[in-house]
């Protein structure tokens, strides 16, 4: 199964990166950093979340019902006419949902990072959100999810599955941060200090960002 970030780097992150650059009026680079930064930590958010029997049945659910993944088969139109405000208003429903009150903080230490303000941040990922749950809807059903422990598994290997503990070590710190310490400056080494790196997620970032 490939990672969360592999899909950025397909034709599919590409149409979707530039459709919520469009979207959003956030040039393609910056909505590329963004995502980048922003897809991993709500995996791990959401891998945390469905740790719980209650939180694994919450979101098995969301994914069996409203994101199947049929979002997917039609983002031409999805960012054609402009996204609509209930996909919008989804998407700020699930950013709530999976990160809390741990939200302000992740959108400020994207935003520091990327060079873009938090406002813009938080429209970026309203309008990814949604997607990002398609793309989980539709890995649960060809893996046939149907338990916590699978859901944690498809989880888990999105992120990079076992190779890459340490990267989910640090996705964890991340989320528990306030936003207005040195963890800016992790984030920044995390990302453009691991062209070094070889496989998970540290590998990832570093060839997503030029290997710089």
């Known amino acids: 199964m490939s990672g969360i970030l592999d899909l950025l780097n397909s034709d599919l992150g590409k149409t979707i ?21 922003a897809l991993p930590v709500l995996m791990a958010a959401m891998k945390r979340n469905a740790s719980t029997p209650e939180g694994a049945q919450g979101l098995m659910g969301a994914l069996s019902n409203k994101h199947d993944g049929s ?9 054609g006419g402009g996204v609509s405000e209930e996909v919008k208003t989804d998407g700020d429903k699930i950013l709530g949902h999976v990160l ?31 997607i990002l749950m398609g793309v989980l809807g539709k890995q649960s ?7 916590s422990n699978d859901l944690g598994g498809l ?3 999105l992120l990079g599955g076992n190779d890459a ?29 691991s062209a070094n790196k070889k496989g998970g997620l540290g590998g990832l970032l570093g060839g997503l960002f030029g290997g710089k």
Do not use: C, H, W, Y
């Open 17 to 37: 990166i530039s459709g919520v650059s469009n979207e959003t009026r956030q040039p393609q680079n910056k909505t590329q950093d963004v995502l980048t930064m």
């Open 71 to 79: 979002i997917l088969d039609n983002l031409g139109g999805l960012f």
């Open 100 to 130: 809390g009150n741990k939200r302000q903080g992740v959108e400020k230490i994207i935003g520091e990072k990327s060079g873009i303000d938090m406002s813009s941040v938080g429209n970026i990922l309203k309008v990814a959100a949604p």
């Open 141 to 147: 059903r060809q893996s046939n999810v149907s338990s």
């Open 155 to 157: 989880l888990g290997g």
């Open 165 to 193: 503990k340490e990267e989910q070590s640090f996705l964890e710190k991340i989320l528990d941060a306030d936003g207005d310490g040195s963890m800016i400056d992790d984030v920044a080494g995390m990302v453009l200090g």
